[in-house]
């Protein structure tokens, strides 16, 4: 009987040393330790053994059987990790074909930055202000210290529906239209985004083009938190290395103008193509509110102060993006679209 | 303007080389937009802004640089040798029309020889872009560059005794120097022999009484013309001349009479001559000495500086301001040569340029910062930005468009969308009227890229349309137009999604769920733009919210394109007031889902949402959702007939549910079928 376990237990072990799948062991395991397997029957045969002997060769039956059964689970569990081994080997793909091609979109690179400057802005209290593009001669003028023979209203330079009603040259309107509605609550702060149009159509201009105003009003408001105001968009949106200056410039409806220039973003003020080699880049037009402005505002120029300020969404981007063509942005080419 | 180093140093001293002085003045607010070196000499290119037209004369300029070296100016000394002979005896000045030319002085210089200008003069001429003519006309021109006062002269022997500013009459012809025959209104200002004009006031003189080889005597004007008529005029009569440039921006009334010495001296230098004795000056209302008051306070108040009431005077004083102090005040007197400086500001400006605004401490505005923030209407359009950007591009196209665009479009005669709000100026017509819907731009865009060989297209567009109003100004309203042609880019995996009518409709339903509003139906459209089988009104609880569809062939081809095109345009602003935000309608049931699908024969003429609707109502509480999988019409299927399978999921909140449940539930749906839709099932 012993022998017949010893040969058992030798030829499983064989038995599993040569299985190459799970179904072979399970064959196996089913074969020696199966209701019917070999193991089970030496263990009935014990009772035609004597006490003694019984004891003994029951003792060493569930010991085979027990080793077999570690066995068999080890060899299970090598067989697993080899077919692992293999499904894995096999699945390989060629990681470097591309993914399946998701539709992308994306937003046009002017929302982009519009999106930018609107947060710098918000983050500082500023909220957003709206008025409609086509406008009325008072507002986009008149209210704005323009009176009628300004050269800033020449046929020339306006897109005109009526005499009175015109596609609104600026987005400073809103400002007027602001300070009337919230007269004579304080602070204003507001930026204004929107497209604009200029009776303009060259490499340099486009008929359409998108601006940013802002305006602040409250008491004591000084030139200096203009500087410090601007100052701090530009760092936030050219980053904290470019340098600004600031210099006397004009604007109808702000006194003392002033015009912000950055540090060059292309050559760091060394002088290049795209800053004319002055090594600065005009950014932003800005002033403290003119009395007679804040006056068309329902404002009075003695008790209240402010400042106000107007860029080109376009230009803030040709820097930012590094485009070259003012005309990009209107052209609407799939190629341009997709870069951002 | 081209401004010579060389000859500004003749009015005023500095060691700045010119990159110095440029760098000088810009940060003054005199811009140089560069510095040109010309054999011994320096020009910088001024860039002035509107309201320094002063600073197009040469001694104004150095007034500025003056004003920063803390120097003064030399203006030339006159020194001119008069006849005899008074002026009155030769010429007689008369101004009809004082509003317009508030002075016009006038002197006479008899026997003069007309030859080419000394090398000096010429190069002067030269270096600031202006042509050399004759030795007279290169004076006048020569003092204009250097007072700002643009003069005019004559040929005294085809002009006549008398000088008469008047209006033009409506018709009156006049020729100019350039020899193109102008016809007048009676606008516009002209200069007179007392019948005839002889010249158009400040802007250019006639042909008949210019000066030429043969002159002899000349009539030299010196006037203050009215700024904006000269603009009004130059611009009707499309002539823009160095003079009109001066007037337009406001000459110095009282440097009038400087400016005609200065040329008549010169004239004698140069072309020798008699002078006659004495200045024809109408002047009917001199200047009224200006004054404004500069309170030292306001100046710190404004700036936010701490400059002292004496640093202040000595700018003012720098830039030869007369100033008298009254009670801690500043009282100015402005210069009649900075018409700019109006009121307390402009003086304000000036400190604050004089000191240097890089000297102005910058800060940020006290109090405590009010969180600043969006509408719910601006959070909204970003809000559907975000939406449509991962599937779409989005575009900005131009708010005008050719009216053209509506007959393409295949728009009735008397569509809404016609009644346009036009431009009455355009720079062409494809720019001519504001665009009343997006559909034309959107085509415009996917013709240009596809002629450009960029394929698979998908754009939109979020942007103000406009409508005439009765009154007051246009309408706007805000719209959102998309667009889709092609396929998905063509790839190894041969997954190819086509961007087709049921591509965008997902693209809008998930804007729609997104938006809480997907029970928008979807209504068969007779929009005459979009192809009458493949278009759908969208429309909630009865409101129209827009349009989808396929474009129409036609549409299409005359927009030149020659693929398939889906596109839709809704109103955001209707989208904004029916907008819900979504809520959890659905508890998650803890029992099992059960699926079951079926399929059933349909009359072609049944739609999808219509089965939808029978099969849903017909068991209203075990079906959790229902799904068309697939829809199948040929051989299979009789003529007139499609077959479309549901796949329906049944689920209790309560219990797992039976066989029973499920097979009752679905014999209902399909006798609901059966009976509402005649199906058969298959
Ligand atoms: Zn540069």
């Not at chain 1, 930055?113 to 008072?138: Q, T």
């Not at chain 2, 004369?57 to 070296?69: F, Y």
């Not at chain 2, 309560?654 to 066989?659: D, I, K």
Request: charged share 25%; with cysteine.
């Amino acid at each position: 009987m012993l022998n017949k376990l010893k040969e058992i237990a030798d030829n499983s072990e064989k038995w599993l040393s040569q299985a190459g799948s799970i179904e072979e062991i399970n064959e196996l395991r089913v074969k020696v330790l199966g209701r019917k397997g070999e193991i089970t029957q030496v263990l009935r045969g014990l009772k035609d053994l004597d006490a003694g002997e019984r004891a003994s060769v029951g003792k060493i039956a569930n010991q085979v059987k027990e080793k077999l059964e570690s066995m068999i689970s080890s060899r299970t569990e090598e067989i697993k990790g080899e077919e692992l081994q293999l499904r894995l080997s096999r699945e390989s793909v060629d990681i470097s074909l591309p993914g399946l091609p998701l539709q992308r979109g994306g937003k046009h690179p002017l929302t982009l930055i519009n999106e930018e400057i609107r947060e710098i802005f918000l983050s500082m209290g500023f909220s957003v202000a709206e008025g409609p593009e086509i406008e009325s001669d008072y507002y986009n003028f008149e209210a704005l210290n323009i009176p009628r023979d300004h050269p800033a209203r020449e046929m020339q330079d306006s897109f005109y529906i009526s005499e009175d009603i015109l596609l609104r040259t600026h987005t400073s309107p809103v400002q007027v239209r602001t300070m009337e509605k919230l007269a004579p609550q304080l602070p204003v702060k507001i930026i204004v985004p929107g497209r604009v149009y200029r009776r303009d159509d060259d490499a340099t201009h486009s008929p359409m083009f998108n601006q940013v105003e802002g305006l602040v009003i409250d008491k004591r408001i000084t030139f200096g938190h203009l500087k410090g105001t601007l100052m701090h968009f530009a760092h936030k949106i050219f980053g904290e290395d470019v340098k600004v200056r600031y210099r006397p410039s004009f604007f109808p409806f702000t006194e003392p103008s002033a015009e912000m220039d950055i540090s060059c973003v292309n050559c760091k003020g060394s002088g290049c193509r795209v800053c004319s080699h002055t090594g600065w880049l005009e950014i932003l037009g800005a002033g403290m509110v003119d009395p007679r402005v804040l006056q068309f505002g329902g404002y009075d120029g003695e008790q209240v102060t402010g400042f106000a300020f107007g860029m080109g969404v376009e230009r803030i981007a040709m820097l930012k993006y590094g485009i070259n063509d003012l005309r990009l942005f209107f052209d609407n080419d799939k190629r341009f679209l997709r870069q951002f | 303007m081209g401004v010579s180093i060389n000859w500004l140093k003749q009015y005023v001293d500095f060691d700045w080389k010119a990159e110095e002085l440029a760098h000088r003045l810009t940060m003054a607010g005199i811009a140089i937009e560069g510095v040109e070196r010309v054999d011994d000499d320096f020009i910088l290119d001024l860039d002035l802004t509107p309201n320094r037209g002063d600073c197009l004369g040469m001694i104004n300029l150095a007034r500025e640089v003056a004003a920063l070296t803390g120097s003064s100016i030399r203006l030339p000394e006159i020194v001119i040798k008069e006849s005899q002979e008074n002026i009155n005896q030769y010429i007689k000045v008369g101004i009809d029309d004082p509003d317009l030319c508030r002075r016009y002085a006038a002197r006479l210089i008899k026997n003069v020889k007309i030859q080419e200008s000394p090398a000096w003069l010429q190069k002067a001429l030269i270096h600031s872009g202006v042509r050399p003519i004759n030795n007279v006309v290169d004076v006048t021109n020569y003092v204009m560059l250097e007072c700002n006062q643009p003069l005019h002269a004559f040929d005294y022997n085809l002009l006549g005794n008398t000088i008469l500013v008047r209006r033009a009459r409506v018709g009156e012809k006049f020729t100019t120097l350039d020899e193109v025959e102008r016809t007048l209104d009676n606008d516009m200002l002209v200069i007179t022999d007392g019948s005839k004009p002889v010249a158009l006031a400040g802007i250019m003189g006639g042909l008949d009484s210019e000066i030429h080889d043969a002159t002899v005597d000349v009539l030299l004007e010196s006037a203050w013309f009215l700024g904006p008529n000269i603009r009004r005029t130059s611009r009707k009569v499309g002539l823009r001349s160095e003079s009109s440039i001066r007037f337009e921006k406001g000459t110095d009334i009282n440097g009038v009479i400087y400016a005609v010495n200065r040329a008549v001296m010169l004239i004698q230098d140069l072309a020798g001559g008699e002078v006659a004795r004495g200045i024809c000056d109408e002047y009917p209302v001199p200047r009224k000495e200006l004054q404004v008051t500069l309170r030292p306070e306001r100046v710190n108040y404004l700036l936010g500086t701490e400059l002292t009431p004496s640093l202040m005077r000595s700018y003012l004083e720098k830039l030869q301001f007369p100033v008298k102090e009254r009670k801690g005040d500043f009282i100015v007197n402005i210069p009649s040569y900075r018409p700019d400086i109006e009121i307390e500001v402009d003086l304000i400006e000036e400190v604050a340029r004089l000191h240097g605004y890089d000297q102005i401490e910058p800060g940020l505005p006290g109090g405590e910062i009010i969180p600043g923030g969006l509408t719910p209407f601006q959070k909204f359009r970003d809000e559907i930005k975000n939406i449509m950007s991962p599937y779409l591009n989005e575009v900005i196209n131009y708010s005008f468009i050719s009216e053209e665009n509506f007959q393409r479009l295949l728009l009735p005669q008397d569509s809404n969308l016609r009644n346009v709000v036009r431009i009455a100026n355009p720079l062409s017509e494809e720019q001519a009227v504001m665009r009343t819907l997006l559909l034309p731009g959107l085509l415009h865009n996917v013709s240009t890229n596809l002629a450009r060989k960029n394929e698979n297209l998908g754009f939109y567009e979020m942007g103000a349309v406009f409508y005439p109003a009765e009154s007051g100004l246009p309408l706007e309203k805000m719209r959102l137009g998309a667009i889709v042609c092609g396929h998905s880019d063509v790839n190894w995996t041969r997954h190819r999604v086509e961007m087709d009518f049921f591509y965008l409709k997902g693209i809008v339903e998930n804007l729609l769920w997104k938006l809480g509003l997907e029970e928008c139906e979807f209504i068969v459209a007779k929009d005459s733009s979009y192809h009458p089988g493949r278009s759908a009104v969208l429309k909630y609880y009865g409101d129209e919210l827009g349009v989808i569809g396929e474009v129409h062939p036609q549409v299409l081809q005359n927009y030149d394109i020659k693929q398939r095109c889906c596109a839709f345009e809704l109103d955001v602003e209707k989208l904004f007031a029916h907008k819900r935000t979504r809520s959890m309608v659905d508890r998650i049931a803890r029992y099992p889902a059960v699926e079951r699908d079926i399929a059933v024969v349909l009359a072609n003429e049944v739609t999808a949402a219509a089965a939808l609707k029978v099969i849903r109502d017909a068991e209203k509480e075990l079906l959790k959702d229902v799904v068309v999988f697939d829809l199948y019409a040929g051989e299979q299927v009789a003529s007139g007939y499609k077959s479309m399978a549901f796949r329906m999921t049944f689920q209790s909140m309560e219990r797992t549910l039976t066989e029973n449940d499920i097979n009752s539930s679905v014999n209902r749906i399909v006798e609901r079928l059966q009976k509402d839709l005649s199906a058969q099932l298959r």
